[in-house]
């Protein structure tokens, strides 16, 4: 039999959570199309991979890669950790369908500057294909996108004829391709909407059959009650739900997570549900009055006003400047920061249970990003995985491919096996980890060895070596017609 690559004598790691073997590889054109003893079979490229460890691509399920996947088409905080699809249009923040001019709207300004964004998700798409990213891009659509695009300001609840308006924008970015609906009710420019607002949005994706993430609307003293609202709000719109990082942030929540876990779990028996988390004790997103606190470390990453000041911890800033910390925030603001308010118990506890996926949640507009960005996915199975025991390889690659390709509808992606697309990644189990640290945040991962993409060879060495990455676009949308099959989100 003749193949174009042929992967020898891999430890595969299949993404089911089942044992690891060793076996050969026979990949043509896109796909995996055989599997076993090919001792007697040809091929244009022969890997020699024994003594490593294969797995299917890791699918990074919470990122802002949104204008990254175009502007920057490499990709290497991602494909240098293994990543070979990442979900973008997190939080609420999507680059579409919505026409910025002047100055970007916070958060939306994670995502980079006006000429970040498009005006409709077609826009968007064919931006995404013409870029030929290095891995392939899913993408949700933001509610704070959609409220920037028919509300004249935020701080206010939505007009009926506004809801009408989203519901419209939201419907037809769906049939053209958008895998869901994300919201990021926490954030100031979607406090304001109401449940019903939202409810109003998760009708729309039920009908068009796609999925909700949300950023809730706390995190902290009231996280608790925003589970509730997020559970309510996905079952009223029949809709698979993914609760974005989930975490307990501030030092007075810390351990609420025990009682997050079991609301999770009961609500999985009756809905389709999940997490995901990224594997630190700090977050990274704007600098906001609300978030300031005296009781964590607040690291500035970025600054419109004062550029200057970034990589400088609020406090020494505000000592330097002689105010009170929240002065100091003001006067950085729009700013970004990393906050050190997380628990490591905590975040080791959504991390093991088996409902949690992996996302990196980083932001690579940040000109100096949290380490997630870089590190995520190797210091799941370097530090989390192989140094301290918190579950088994077969375990830590399961929660970063199968559980998130079946939960975003990813079909034939996230798995080993005969039929699959050949989204691979190869790494030395006794060497991988992460690179990336708080003082040197855009250090590539260490033992990924090489990386495949829909059949490519993509990245070897830590160098790009071609760019075959594809949109997926949500099954049975308009625009996936002539498109490679997905199947609907699990339930």
Known sequence: MTYDTLIRRACIVDGTGADTYVADIGIRGDRIVAIGDLAAGLASQVIEAEGRYL???????????????????????????????????????????????????????????????????????????????????AALIGHTTLRAAAMDRFDRTATDSEITTMRESLRKALQAGAIGLSSGLAYTNARQSTSEEVKALVEVVGKEGGLYATHMRNEREALFEAMDEAFETAAHGKVALVISHLKCADVENWG?????????????????????????????????????????????????????????????????????????????MPAGAIYHNMDEADVRRVLAHPLT????DGLPSDPNPHPRLWGSFPRIIGHYCRDEGLFGLPEAIRKMTSMSAARFGLADRGVIREGAFADLTLFDFDSVRDGASFLEPTTPAIGIEWVMVNGRLSLVDGTVK???GRLLRRPGSLANAGHEPHSVPAH
């Open 466 to 468: 071609a760019r075959a």
């Open 55 to 137: 797995a299917p691509g890791f699918i990074d399920v919470h990122t802002h890669d949104d204008s990254c996947a175009i502007q920057q088409p490499e990709m290497l905080p991602k494909i240098t950790q293994g990543v070979t699809t990442v979900i973008v249009g997190n939080c609420g923040i999507s680059a579409s369908p919505v026409n910025v001019t002047g100055e970007v709207p916070d958060p939306m300004n994670l995502l980079g500057e006006a000429d970040a964004f498009f005006t409709t998700f077609g826009d968007f798409a064919q931006a995404v294909d013409a870029a030929s990213p290095a891995v392939n891009v």
């Open 357 to 360: 996926m992996i996302g990196s």
């Open 256 to 332: 609420k997570t025990e009682h997050a876990i079991e609301k999770l779990e009961q609500a999985a028996a009756r809905q389709p549900c999940n997490c995901d988390c990224y594997p630190y004790a700090a977050c990274s997103t704007t600098l906001d009055l609300w978030r300031v606190s005296e009781a964590f470390d607040i690291l500035v990453t970025w600054s419109k006003p004062h550029p200057e000041m970034g990589r400088k911890l609020l406090k020494d800033i505000a000592a330097e400047w002689a105010v009170d910390l929240t002065e100091a925030a003001r006067r950085l």
